[in-house]
């Protein structure tokens, strides 16, 4: 009976065994080797801030900077129900899968707060991936686009501005999750589970499709799909060449030459544009070659009026 029970916990280990979180750690600190080789041989001031912090941890962060506050104590829970674990956000439940425990549900938003600063809240010294600033913002009665949703913080954040969000994930993993999360909302949020694309089929929509721009007045874009940011720009030019209020936050680290190529796209149609501030270290790219930095994301906006202070 001990023998049979030695060989279950065996198992049970090899099953609870990460090998892809593995296999990510070991390269993560390669990749900090590399980064400091570069840089040993070569002096560029420009990452100067970064280098030094990365030195003081001893291994590469994907967003290499100081953090300055936390989020204290986070009110979570298990839907009775659903069973799905969920945190609460400004007094709004934000649910995730039914596989992941209260922890790591909890670490993620924790993450998605201090971590990556998506939200803003000055957490850390820079947030190269915070999508709205006190210029580039959800303005009230928006209709909002967020490509490339996951948990869908940000959608749910904007929710009381917005006029329609549209939430678009192909995952499946988020499908349940996302509905729970917007099950309150469901006037006016549309869950769309699949990649935006050119062409509609089972697994893809175009723009077009999802939505009636007709009547649309203002629109802000949150855009986040994975190093497909550059084709669903050219797709909808026309879209994004129209005379109404938009504002677009892309993610330009995903690809080495997207932030210049994004920045000379938006000021083509007439917008503004500005990069969020600091630099990120991309390490799932692995093709990420050096200077290694690059920037997070491109705010661009073509407005008319004004956002309020963020």
């Given amino acids: 009976m001990t023998q049979f029970l030695s060989v279950k916990t065996l198992f049970r280990n090899i099953l609870k065994y990460d090998l892809r979180a593995e296999l990510y750690a070991i390269n993560k600190d390669l990749l900090y080797l590399k980064i400091v080789s570069y840089f040993s041989n070569n002096t ?3 990452f100067e801030e970064e280098l030094n912090f ?12 100081r953090q300055l506050k936390t989020l ?3 009110v979570s829970g298990i839907d009775l129900l659903t069973r799905l674990p969920f945190v609460v956000h400004n007094t709004k439940k934000l649910f995730f899968p039914k596989s992941w425990d209260l ?8 993450n998605l707060i201090e971590g990556e600063n998506i939200l803003g809240g000055n ?21 909002v686009l967020e490509l490339g949703a996951a948990e869908g913080l940000f959608s749910l954040d904007v929710i009381d501005l917005a006029s329609q969000v549209y939430v678009f994930e192909p995952s499946k993993k988020w499908s349940k999750a996302l509905r729970m999360t917007f099950k309150p909302y469901s006037s006016k949020v549309k869950l769309i589970q699949k990649y935006v694309s050119n062409r509609d089929t089972s697994t893809e929509i175009k723009l077009s ?16 799909i994975e190093g497909f940011e550059k084709s669903v720009l050219e797709d909808n030019r026309e879209l994004f060449s129209k005379n109404i209020d938009i504002t677009v936050s892309c993610c330009t680290y995903h690809r080495d030459t997207d932030a210049d190529d994004f920045k000379r796209y938006f000021e083509s149609l007439g917008y503004e544009t500005e990069f969020s ?10 093709d990420l070659k050096p200077p290694y930095f690059r920037k997070g994301l491109i705010r661009a906006r073509k407005q008319k009026s004004k956002c309020t202070t963020i």
């Avoid at 600033?133 to 209709?143: A, P, Q, R």
């Avoid at 999802?210 to 986040?224: A, E, G, P, R």
Wanted: proline share 5%.
């Fill in 44 to 46: 560029v001031k420009q």
């Fill in 277 to 286: 501030d600091g630099y990120v270290i991309f390490s799932t790219d692995p």
């Fill in 209 to 224: 499709t999802s939505i009636d721009f007709t009547n649309v007045k203002s629109l802000f874009v949150k855009m986040d």
């Fill in 72 to 74: 204290g104590s986070i």
């Fill in 123 to 143: 957490f850390s010294e820079k947030a190269p991936h915070q999508y709205q600033t006190s210029k580039y913002c959800v303005k009230k009665d928006d209709v």
């Fill in 103 to 110: 922890q790591k549900s909890i670490s993620t938003y924790r």
């Fill in 54 to 65: 990365l030195i003081s941890q001893g291994k590469p962060y994907d967003f290499p900077y």
